[in-house]
């Protein structure tokens, strides 16, 4: 089963957020795959960014790697950076993901629009 966790940041640049997320999904024990970054022009000159990422289990073969979840960022040139967080419950156990989100709002929560 997944696990969705939905977050909206103003005032951090998507990278950091994107290498923040790196850093504490791999402190879990969790391989991050390579990241695909798309970047999108808008009609105002500015543009728009997207980030996705790919998260596996541990294995000494990569063939063996199983994929436990992946995370979306976008970044909108208003200065808000969302972010999603898919994680399957299966393979990520809970108290991993209780101590990621314990990190991630210590780090990023003062970045965090609250609703």
């Not at 024990?29 to 798309?38: D, T």
């Not at 399957?88 to 970045?111: C, H, M, R, T, W």
Request: aromatic share 8%; proline share 3%.
């Amino acid at each position: 089963m997944a696990m969705l966790i939905r977050k909206t940041y103003t005032g951090i640049h998507f990278e950091m957020l994107y290498d923040e997320l790196r850093d504490l999904i791999q402190r879990q024990g969790i391989v991050v795959g390579e990241a695909e970054l798309q970047t999108y022009p808008l009609p105002s000159g500015s543009t728009q960014s997207r980030v996705v990422l790919v998260f596996k289990t541990q294995a000494e073969r990569e063939e063996d790697q199983k994929s436990c979840g992946g995370a979306h960022i976008v970044e909108s040139p208003g200065g808000e950076t969302k972010l999603i967080l898919e994680i399957d419950e299966n393979l990520f156990p809970q108290e991993k993901v209780a101590a990621f989100q314990e990190e991630l709002d210590f780090i990023l929560g003062s970045y965090e629009i609250k609703w």
